[in-house]
């Protein structure tokens, strides 16, 4: 069953602006990561967060992560059109385990 | 693609034949995982692999069987491919590592249409 649930399932936007896009999940986890995945290809990652971690960047990438609500959120600053694609969270529950779980991601369109 | 490579990337078969998808990689990690997407579904795990050898069933295993006798490949079999396996398939792998962190790194799929 899924963990993460993105939200919203679709998002557009003009370039320059911010994308931001949420996940929600449903058990305790061990750490949060976002991927994104371009039209025909496979997953790329982009950020990891830790469970004892609440915010993180990498670039115009900023992450935070709620474990109260079980919640973290994705943001894209400056958005170009190469942003375009889809965007996935997915969880690690448990020491040791490497299984990710995937929600059902966030399209994002960037228009020029 | 992280020194992955699927094969074969597309592929049209018959409801009732098997069929058999590879994935290689050169990295030397210890993982390897098979995942099918979908529209609506998202990803969801099929078998992964934690050592030559050595596979366990993820969320969706049924009708799918995997082998890896090398660190290197990951085989992903359909004995017998029915219309509902119809769906793009990826291969991802992981090492363990001191972070532990689970971290995965995908193949560039492959896509699967039974008739």
């Known amino acids: 069953s899924q963990q993460g649930e993105e939200d919203p399932q679709a998002l557009s936007i003009q370039e320059g602006e911010n994308a931001t896009m949420n996940c929600s999940y449903k058990?305790?986890?061990?750490?949060l990561q976002w991927y994104r995945q371009n039209s025909g290809r496979g997953l790329v990652h982009l950020i990891l967060?830790?469970?004892?971690?609440r915010e993180k960047h990498s670039g115009r990438l900023r992450v935070t992560l709620d474990t109260s609500k079980k919640s973290s959120s994705l943001l894209i600053t400056a958005s170009r059109a190469a942003d375009t694609a889809s965007y996935f969270c997915?969880?690690?529950?448990?020491?040791?385990?490497?299984?990710?779980?995937f929600g059902k991601g966030t399209k994002l369109s960037v228009i020029p | 693609d992280a020194g992955i490579t699927q094969s074969p990337r597309h592929k049209v078969t018959e409801t009732g034949t098997p069929v058999t998808l590879r994935c290689h990689q050169t990295?030397?990690?210890?993982?390897m995982y098979w995942y099918r997407q979908d529209p609506g579904h998202g990803l969801r795990l099929i078998h992964y692999?934690?050592?030559?050898?050595?596979?366990d069933k993820g969320e969706v295993s049924d009708g799918y069987s995997v082998s890896r006798s090398k660190t290197e490949d990951f085989l992903l079999t359909l004995e017998s491919a029915t219309s509902s396996q119809t769906s793009v398939y990826f291969c991802?792998?992981?090492?363990?590592?001191?972070?532990?962190?689970?971290?995965?790194?995908f193949g560039p799929g492959t896509r699967l249409t039974v008739l």
């Open positions: 991802a792998i992981s090492d363990s590592g001191t972070s532990g962190s689970g971290t995965q790194y």
């Open positions: 058990t305790s986890i061990n750490n």
């Open positions: 967060i830790r469970s004892n971690e």
């Open positions: 997915a969880t690690v529950s448990g020491a040791g385990s490497y299984q990710l779980t």
């Open positions: 990295e030397n990690h210890r993982y």
């Open positions: 692999s934690y050592g030559v050898k050595d596979t």
